[in-house]
């Protein structure tokens, strides 16, 4: 039984104020802190925040947690569900509580938090580690398959100063045999990626961006190639580490056209144009997915990209994690897989029926970290638990378990 919930506002690495929850059961007290994303889509559940000027610049999360504290806390209390065996009935719950469609009420962030905590809480209770406790929710199969984890190393768009439009240029370890050697192969890559814009741009080019990756001068995609492909060589790892791109396009869309030059002069450029210019990239270079290249709303060129697209195309901002978008993307033909962040949708058990879902159209399902993150590695369990292959982020595993490598997209499957 929840015997209290508490509540707190902590910052996150961006220095903004997030939301952290402590739920304490007769087992202990179990904490989860709520991600926070910059580039965020119009669909996305609601993350409540202040808008006093005064704090934070408006960007508090106080309102949250007094929702926590004074609304969702009671009210669970008094609702006595069990930690270990009414996970979907908690989130169910607490939607409810919120009344709204997007979680407006309440805040995604704050029902989020409470949901992560009731999940740790109920693995405790059960006597399992998180990922097998998710494993069980998510009805997922055996054996556990560690993730590919896709390092952003390049920023740009909303996520840096620089003048790329593209959000985030990654590397993926898909050569190597297991999640240690592929976080080794990363780090690699990235010290020498730092010393290849050293040679180029000079040493006050280093500057990183939002998720830790360099910031250069650069402006535009294959720019931000180029220095992967000559920091995978100085490294020794050329044919092991693949490239993805996540342009996150609908914040450089405007009036039915793609501003890629949106950061300095404007440089328009049509969906057919766009097309044109991935089709080019996957061509030239060593990529295996790509992520929004087309803004949320341009459903007509997702489909029509859809149709020849040779790599995993990724619905991030087009499907916010939402059975009700993945649903419609299918029906359009429009991605072949899904992201997933637990604060687009509010709830680890909606999370999990959005995964699910993509799952039984044979889709990908690629966990993600958000650009404002905290040392909580509830993801990294998720990741695990269901099997996804890939991840934004991730962590070790001291168990037996397979490891994605190329087969990333797949690993649901093994």
């Not at 998710?134 to 984890?149: K, S």
């Not at 492909?229 to 056209?257: C, M, T, W, Y």
């Not at 009700?324 to 897989?337: E, I, L, P, S």
Request: proline share 4%.
């Amino acid at each position: 039984m929840i015997r209290s919930i508490h509540a707190a506002q902590r910052l996150d690495s961006r220095g903004c104020p997030t939301v952290q929850v402590e739920l304490t059961t007769e087992k202990g007290t179990f904490r989860a802190i709520v991600p926070s994303g910059a580039s965020t889509g119009i669909n996305e559940a609601v993350e409540l925040r202040d808008g006093d000027e005064s704090a934070y610049g408006g960007r508090g999360v106080q309102g949250a947690v007094l929702n926590i504290q004074n609304v969702i806390g009671p009210s669970l209390l008094e609702s006595n569900f069990r930690v270990d065996t009414d996970q979907k009935k908690i989130d169910q719950f607490l939607k409810e509580l919120d009344g709204t469609k997007n979680k407006e009420r309440l805040g995604a962030n704050g029902i989020l938090g409470v949901s992560m905590a009731c999940a740790r809480a109920g693995a405790a209770h059960s006597g399992i580690p998180l990922y097998e406790f998710l494993r069980r929710e998510a009805g997922a199969n055996y054996p556990f398959v560690m993730p590919v984890p896709f390092f952003n190393v390049l920023n740009g768009g909303v996520h840096s100063g620089n003048k790329m439009a593209f959000q985030e240029t990654m590397i993926a370890p898909v050569g190597a045999s297991s999640i240690t050697e592929a976080v080794k192969m990363g780090s690699e890559v990235y010290q020498h990626l730092k010393k290849v814009i050293i040679e180029k741009f000079g040493s006050s080019a280093i500057g990183i961006g939002d998720e830790g990756g360099f910031a250069p001068p650069i402006s535009e995609p294959h720019e931000a190639l180029d220095l992967l492909v000559q920091a995978v060589s100085n490294a020794g790892l050329s044919g092991k580490i693949k490239f993805a791109i996540d342009p996150a396009s609908s914040e450089f869309f405007r009036e039915s056209k793609y501003d890629i030059g949106f950061k300095g002069a404007t440089k328009l450029k049509t969906a057919k144009e766009m097309m044109g210019l991935y089709q080019s990239l996957l061509e030239e270079y060593p990529v295996v997915l790509l992520e929004d290249p087309f803004a949320q709303n341009d459903w007509d060129s997702w489909t029509e990209f859809n149709k020849a697209c040779p790599v995993e195309l990724v619905g991030d901002d087009l499907l916010v994690t939402n059975p009700v978008y993945v649903q419609m993307a299918r029906y359009k033909d429009a991605c072949n897989a899904m992201l997933l962040k637990i604060n687009q949708i509010g709830t680890i058990s909606e999370a999990i029926e959005g995964a699910n879902l993509a799952y039984s159209y044979d889709w990908g399902v690629f966990v993600s970290h958000r650009s404002g993150e905290m040392t909580d590695d509830f993801i990294a369990d998720l990741a695990v638990g269901l099997r996804t292959g890939h991840l934004k982020s991730g962590a070790p595993y001291g168990g037996k378990c397979l490891f994605a490598g190329s087969q990333f997209k797949s690993a649901s499957k093994f």
